[in-house]
């Protein structure tokens, strides 16, 4: 169950902020309260993945995950655009988040 609620934390935190920015500064209060709530569901399911999963690869495992993700609804969604820079330091990110769980006996898989 820990590594679903990890999964559903990223799931509704990338819509949190995608909702933040669809918010456009809270001025359209509805994605600006869906954001807030989904904020609120995402730490909860993060402080019960953290009951069985160290608090660094538990977060490192959500915000790369949720960097990537938020990217590409950037890129797709909001049409923003990224230069080369930002491809590589993605690109580590998420090189970061498959080492820590292919490699490393920490996450308790």
């Known amino acids: 169950m820990t590594w679903f609620y990890l999964t559903l934390a ?3 935190e990338v819509v949190a902020t995608a909702s933040l920015k669809a918010s456009d500064g809270f001025e359209n209060m509805y994605y600006g309260a869906a954001s807030l709530f989904g904020y609120c569901i995402a730490i909860v399911l993060l ?7 160290p608090v660094g690869i538990t977060y490192a495992i959500w915000s790369g995950a949720g960097v990537a993700l938020i ?14 820079a930002a491809m590589i330091g993605l690109a580590l990110i998420v090189t970061g988040v498959v080492v820590l769980n292919v490699f490393s006996n920490t996450a308790g898989h």
């Open 10 to 12: 990223i799931v509704v």
């Open 71 to 84: 990217t590409v609804i950037g890129v797709v969604v909001f049409k923003q655009h990224l230069d080369l």
């Open 47 to 53: 402080g019960l993945v953290m009951k069985t999963v």
